[in-house]
T-cell receptor, first 115, second 116 residues
Framework: AQKVTQAQTEISVVEKEDVTLDCVYE???????LFWYKQPPSGELVFLIR??????QNEISGRYSWNFQKSTSSFNFTITASQVVDSAVYFC????????????FGTGTQLKVEL | KAGVTQTPRYLIKTRGQQVTLSCSPI?????VSWYQQTPGQGLQFLFE???????NKGNFPGRFSGRQFSNSRSEMNVSTLELGDSALYLC???????????????FGQGTRLTVV
């Protein structure tokens, strides 16, 4: 069975602070895919990044960066110099093999960035 | 390129009624998945359709059903509505087929269903 844990329910930071959102996953599949999505108040889940289990290279995209470590089953997401527009709920998700396109989501982390 | 379109955006129904939600995927995408989002249970997978066939199903009662048409548009139906069915229903489309899953899913804005 697949499982994704986002232990941080809510994080509040002041604008320009760096913030890291944690994600820990469980799967027995040797090939799997990890994702981060952002959900603003409008409700739509916005895709941020996909990472394959065989590619542990970390990635940076503007103010966003992701740290994937198979040894600890973690896929953490860091926002550098946070902005008010980053306020949203962030979900980490896992797709294994054999389940089609089924995504298993974590419970999400509510990020509030204040002035 | 148009995104995933879900209609209607909002619905209010009475217990016992049935409801049909619609999802138009991104052009060229043949996989459509449905998710239910509630404050208590989070995001839960309902089912996935690929080329008009249900490929995978989550742990929901038979009152929840779906289908996919030849143009990849999908509908989901909930019969005999219960108060607990109140939720945001999200549709996701993907280009991933049987050849590989190394793609992402794109979501619509959802249909917010309220059962009274």
């Amino acid at each position: 069975a697949q499982k994704v844990t986002q232990a941080q329910t809510e994080i509040s930071v002041v604008e320009k602070e760096d913030v890291t959102l944690d994600c820990v996953y469980e799967t027995r599949d040797t090939t799997y895919y990890l994702f981060w999505y952002k959900q603003p108040p409008s409700g739509e889940l916005v895709f941020l990044i996909r990472r394959n289990s065989f590619d542990e290279q970390n990635e940076i995209s503007g103010r966003y960066s992701w740290n994937f470590q198979k040894s600890t089953s973690s896929f953490n997401f860091t926002i550098t110099a946070s902005q008010v527009v980053d306020s949203a709920v962030y979900f980490c998700a896992l797709r294994g093999t054999g389940g089609g396109n089924k995504l298993t989501f974590g419970t999400g982390t509510q990020l509030k960035v204040e002035l | 390129k148009a995104g995933v379109t879900q209609t209607p955006r909002y619905l209010i129904k009475t217990r016992g009624q049935q409801v049909t939600l619609s999802c138009s995927p991104i052009s060229g995408h043949r996989s459509v998945s449905w998710y239910q989002q509630t404050p208590g249970q989070g995001l839960q997978f309902l089912f996935e359709y690929f080329s008009e066939t249900q490929r995978n199903k989550g742990n929901f009662p038979g009152r929840f059903s779906g289908r996919q048409f030849s143009n990849s548009r999908s509908e989901m139906n909930v019969s005999t509505l219960e108060l607990g069915d109140s939720a945001l229903y999200l549709c996701a489309s993907s280009s991933a087929g049987t050849g590989g899953l190394n793609t992402e899913a794109f979501f619509g804005q959802g249909t917010r269903l309220t059962v009274v």
